[in-house]
């Protein structure tokens, strides 16, 4: 058995270290000591009695190779000669309290073994090469807030497995050979996967972790990671990863109770475990916490290359009471419900990330009315860059601003959180709730159509329809449609194309792209066979196909034409058409872009009655026409479409003049405008734009 030999002191303290330096100073890191190769072991348990490393190299023998205590940091380090990469190992934590031995994952570990194993494994650098470069280069304008966004959320467990071995997903390798060609063939911009920081529970989807640098063994490597996120980046596609700071699993082999203490997470019982999840909570007030989350953030934006992060559960950081039981909070020094320290740790980790990795992208999961969860834009004095002088130093160890006691604290646009992008939430329960009801029970629900715009530019919002939405016997997205099957099939069009026409950037599930019925099953593959076989005698199999066909059609759309993208965010970019028949099912709306770019006109007719030469305003003159329609038969609809250059016709009628002189005596004047005539059939959306220049040609 190999002898420990004189600890390489790291010579930091984990609360006054850069995240970068953390991540590249703690855990286990191959290194050298003279002319002899081992490891170095460094791991922050201050209140431990004793520390030491087991392994498969010593058998798991206890009490291991006993790691240096530095009292001023309260880290833990060794040298063990000749173990290097590959070698699972443990800490073996004795605690100081009651003498009890833990045996303990690497919080910082670079990979893991697969469960139902839990030992973390020594990685040393990779060896895979990078060939992103453009992408990488290009980065700050492809995701820039004027360009268009659509993310496919993907479960990479259960997106596609071998017919022959069903019960065993796909590895990290496959699964890019696979996913980029089909996310290039369907226009996706980027791929957002659920977690793959490493957990133990399947069934807990990777919201519960307990490695917050290990990609998930159940796929491979950190390198077979590796090679997926420069395959994606080769094929044009953004890769964004699920991150969770909020809160982490209970699992003995796990953070809590780290040293014997509460370490990661907060000492109260009411602030240190969410009762509705089953697990801790993080002391976002302590400066090693701090520093460990960023440096878990920074690692994979740095060291793999992830475009985003999708930051899980924000609303249960902001808000002390959210989603727990009225007896399972308390309230802040003020006695409001806000989370101060966790606010705090909000903006550092966003002015971190913006400042280390340009154009890299921050989205919020957050379900509340918090306000300014995203960067303010100096253009439009709403949703956007940064403010002037929002940016000082980040680092983890300075103490959190002391809040102002004043309940509308949050209302300065300085408070931003500091994202790029906020879930709309609000948005996706009333959309989803409108398109459950059966048609003659909608009168009652337009305002779910007409008030996300009040709201709309508020932020900078992703309409989600994600996975907490099909399952739990939530139905999928096509079974919650009302009516026979081709009624349900058509809702489910409407539904895509009233997502693509909406202000803000787009995301669906996976599996919804081709309206499979069953809900989402973590345990096994989407039902791609619908797209081969599916309903009495193949009846359906065009139905799916055509759903699938569509969601690349609105892609098309949603990037080559600039009306439908480039001012999402802001007020600029909509205007009202039609939308006092709301109550009728029927509305209209425009989308504009640059100065250059022409409008886009949104017909939804989400009523049972088909219209025939419904006059559509439209915000210019000249000829239009259809540029996509959900019921075309390409699409599985019934084939009602417009062909033809609309018929328009200009009406005249008065409106009355505020802008007179002596602005009392008001007069009227007649105004013109224009309408285009288009026919549309029940539960359908029609897209109308100014025709093109080539169909003008001869």
Not at 44 to 66: E, F, I, K
Not at 139 to 164: D, K, T
Not at 684 to 693: E, G, L, M
Request: proline share 8%; glycine share 10%; charged share 20%.
């Amino acid at each position: 058995m190999p002898e420990p030999l004189p600890a390489q002191k790291p010579g930091i303290r984990l609360d006054g270290v850069s995240p970068r330096r953390a991540y590249q100073t703690m855990g286990a890191h191959p290194a050298s000591v003279g002319s002899v190769d081992g490891t170095q072991f460094t791991v922050w348990a201050p209140n431990a009695h004793s520390v030491s490393v087991v392994g498969d190299w010593n058998t798991w023998q206890l009490p291991g190779h006993q790691l240096e205590f530095d009292h001023q940091s309260g880290i833990w380090t060794g040298f063990i000669p000749t173990i290097g990469h590959g070698a699972t190992y443990k800490y073996a934590v004795v605690s100081r309290s009651d003498g009890v031995t833990t045996l303990k994952a690497d919080p910082f570990a670079f990979a893991s073994e697969l469960r139902p194993s839990t030992a973390s494994r020594i990685w040393g650098p990779s060896s895979e090469p990078w060939n992103d470069g453009p992408w990488v280069a290009s980065r700050p304008y492809v995701q820039a807030p004027n360009r268009p966004i659509s993310i496919y959320e993907c479960h990479l467990g259960s997106w596609q497995r071998s017919p022959e071995t069903p019960k065993l997903p796909l590895g990290y390798r496959e699964l890019a050979r696979q996913l980029a060609p089909y996310l290039k063939h369907l226009g996706y911009t980027h791929v957002e996967l659920l977690p793959v920081t490493e957990y133990p529970l399947d069934e807990s989807w990777g919201y519960q972790v307990t490695g917050y640098f290990a990609p998930t063994a159940r796929y491979g490597t950190p390198d077979d990671f590796r090679f997926f996120v420069d395959y994606l980046h080769q094929n044009g596609i953004g890769v964004i990863l699920d991150w969770v700071p909020g809160h982490f699993c209970k699992d003995q082999h796990g953070l809590g109770r780290f040293d014997g203490t509460a370490l990661f997470e907060h000492g109260s019982r009411v602030r240190g475990e969410h009762p509705v999840w089953g697990t801790y909570q993080f002391d976002f007030g302590r400066p090693e916490v701090r520093t460990f989350l960023l440096a878990s953030a920074l690692y994979w934006l740095e060291v793999f290359h992830i475009d985003g992060l999708r930051v899980d559960a924000v609303a249960s950081m902001v808000w002390l009471d959210h989603g727990r039981p009225h007896d399972h909070w308390e309230p802040n020094a003020w006695g409001r419900t806000d989370h101060p320290e966790a606010v705090d740790f909000l903006r550092r980790l966003n002015r971190l990330v913006h400042r280390e990795v340009p154009g890299a992208l921050m989205f919020a999961e957050e379900a509340t009315t918090y306000e300014w969860v995203t960067r303010r834009d100096p253009i439009s004095g709403r949703s956007g860059t940064r403010t002037p002088g929002s940016d000082g130093p980040v680092d983890a160890i300075t103490p959190a601003p002391v809040i102002p006691a004043e309940p509308a604290f949050r209302r300065s646009g300085g408070d931003s959180l500091g994202f790029d992008y906020k879930w709309n939430m609000g948005w996706m329960h009333d959309t989803l709730n409108y398109f459950a009801a059966p048609h003659g029970n909608r009168d009652g629900l337009a305002g779910n159509l007409t008030f996300p715009i009040w709201y709309a530019f508020d932020e900078r919002f992703v309409l989600p329809l994600s996975h907490d939405e099909v399952v739990h016997l939530k139905r999928a997205l096509l079974t919650k449609m009302p009516g026979s099957d081709p009624d349900r099939f058509a809702g489910l069009r409407t539904l895509f194309a009233y997502q693509y026409g909406h202000p803000g950037k787009k995301l669906l599930f996976m599996g919804s792209e081709f309206g499979q019925w069953g809900e989402w099953d973590e345990g096994r593959s989407l039902d791609w066979h619908l797209l081969e076989f599916a309903g009495t005698g193949g009846t359906q199999t065009p139905l799916h196909q055509g759903v699938q066909e569509l969601v690349r059609a609105l892609n098309r759309i949603h990037q080559t034409h600039g009306a439908m993208h480039v001012l999402d965010s802001h007020p600029d970019g909509f205007r009202w058409l039609t939308a006092e028949t709301a109550s009728q099912g029927v509305i209209a709306f425009a989308r504009f872009g640059a100065t250059s770019d022409p409008p886009v006109v949104v017909v939804c007719n989400f009523s049972s009655e088909t219209f025939a030469l419904l006059a559509v305003p439209v915000p210019k003159g000249g000829r239009w026409e259809e540029i996509l329609n959900t019921d075309d038969a390409a699409f599985g609809g019934s084939g009602t479409v417009n062909t033809e250059i609309l018929p328009v016709r200009v009406r005249s009628h008065k409106v009355v003049d505020q802008t007179t002189a002596d602005g009392l005596h008001p007069r009227r004047k007649r105004q013109r405008s224009t309408e285009a005539l288009i026919t549309i059939a029940a539960n359908s959306v029609s897209f109308i734009a100014p025709v093109s220049r080539k169909r003008l040609k001869p």
